[in-house]
């Protein structure tokens, strides 16, 4: 049973989450990020700083973050944990690239950067590559465990290899094209799978926390295009079953 505020917290870098009408259906707090230069990809400290002096105003929920290239967001919103916990993260994409601990942090690295975070316990990582475990430093191997999602033992594997608490991370490149579409290469997950896995790990685990991304940027043009229209629909039928499942199902928690 969902616990904390039903509130979710819609991030504005680029107004992708702001033409998906549905998601305003929700009791939501939008915080507007556009003034933010140098956000996209990668993120000074400075503007990453001012990026999470305003996510202290917002209650901490699910966060809808916009593109997949502001997916660092999560590292912030992981290092506001203030227990033990497992992430859960749905991804085509590691995001385990090794960078200098003082370079901006990026849509590549933050997943490396979120590995030393002090309450993450561990890291199970669905749907990309196993072998980008080589960028896995090996004092933090033990952390991480990458499953993919073929028959039925890795729900399993999920559900077995993680702590009581965990924070879901979902971008939705991740996602089959004919359920999502974004600005990255694509994997063969079908919506109806991802929901499966998430009904099952909220009637399982105490979800603390949660964040979406994977929006199509799209110019003001391409917006009003079919194919345009086609994928704000698709994008957004995904983050609203997303919403509902993590929202209705098993025992959703506010993290503390």
Same mark, same amino acid.
């Given at each position: 049973m969902?616990t904390g505020?039903?509130?979710?917290?819609?991030?504005?870098?680029?107004?992708?989450l702001?033409? !998906? =009408?549905e998601?305003?259906?929700?009791?939501?707090?939008?915080v507007?990020l556009?003034? $933010?230069? +140098?956000? %996209?990809?990668?993120c000074?400290?400075? #503007?990453?700083?001012?990026i999470?002096?305003?996510? +202290?105003?917002?209650?901490?929920g699910?966060?809808?973050?916009?593109?997949?290239d502001f997916? /660092? #967001?999560? /590292?912030?919103?992981l290092a506001?944990?203030t227990?033990p916990?497992?992430?859960?993260?749905?991804?085509?994409?590691?995001?385990? @690239?090794q960078d200098h601990p003082?370079?901006?942090?990026?849509?590549a690295?933050?997943?490396?950067?979120a590995?030393e975070?002090?309450?993450?316990?561990k890291?199970?990582?669905?749907?990309?590559?196993?072998?980008e475990?080589?960028?896995?430093p090996? %004092?933090?191997r033990e952390k991480?465990?990458?499953?993919?999602?073929? +028959?039925?033992a890795w $729900?399993?594997q #999920?559900?077995n290899?993680?702590?009581g608490?965990?924070?879901?991370?979902?971008d939705?490149?991740v *996602?089959?094209? =004919?359920?999502?579409?974004?600005?990255?290469? !694509?994997?063969s997950?079908?919506?109806?799978? &991802?929901?499966?896995?998430?009904?099952e790990?909220?009637? !399982?685990?105490?979800?603390?926390?949660?964040?979406?991304?994977?929006e199509a940027?799209?110019?003001?043009?391409?917006? *009003?295009?079919?194919?345009g229209?086609?994928?704000i629909? @698709?994008?957004?039928?995904?983050?609203?079953?997303i &919403?509902?499942t993590?929202?209705l199902? +098993?025992? /959703?928690?506010?993290?503390s």
């Amino acid at each position: 049973m969902f616990t904390g505020p039903k509130v979710v917290t819609l991030l504005n870098f680029d107004d992708t989450l702001t033409k !998906q =009408e549905e998601l305003r259906r929700f009791p939501h707090d939008l915080v507007d990020l556009r003034d $933010l230069k +140098g956000t %996209r990809m990668y993120c000074a400290p400075e #503007v990453l700083g001012e990026i999470a002096t305003r996510l +202290g105003k917002t209650k901490r929920g699910i966060t809808l973050i916009g593109s997949g290239d502001f997916h /660092y #967001v999560s /590292y912030l919103l992981l290092a506001a944990m203030t227990r033990p916990f497992t992430l859960i993260l749905f991804d085509n994409h590691a995001d385990l @690239k090794q960078d200098h601990p003082h370079a901006p942090l990026s849509c590549a690295s933050w997943m490396a950067r979120a590995l030393e975070l002090p309450y993450l316990q561990k890291a199970i990582i669905i749907g990309t590559r196993g072998d980008e475990m080589r960028w896995v430093p090996p %004092r933090r191997r033990e952390k991480v465990l990458f499953l993919f999602f073929t +028959g039925k033992a890795w $729900l399993r594997q #999920v559900l077995n290899n993680s702590t009581g608490t965990v924070y879901i991370s979902i971008d939705k490149d991740v *996602l089959c094209r =004919e359920d999502a579409v974004t600005n990255w290469e !694509q994997g063969s997950m079908t919506l109806a799978e &991802l929901l499966l896995a998430l009904r099952e790990i909220t009637q !399982q685990k105490e979800v603390a926390a949660a964040d979406v991304c994977g929006e199509a940027p799209l110019h003001p043009l391409d917006q *009003l295009r079919p194919a345009g229209r086609e994928a704000i629909r @698709k994008n957004m039928r995904a983050n609203v079953m997303i &919403l509902r499942t993590l929202l209705l199902a +098993g025992s /959703y928690k506010k993290a503390s």
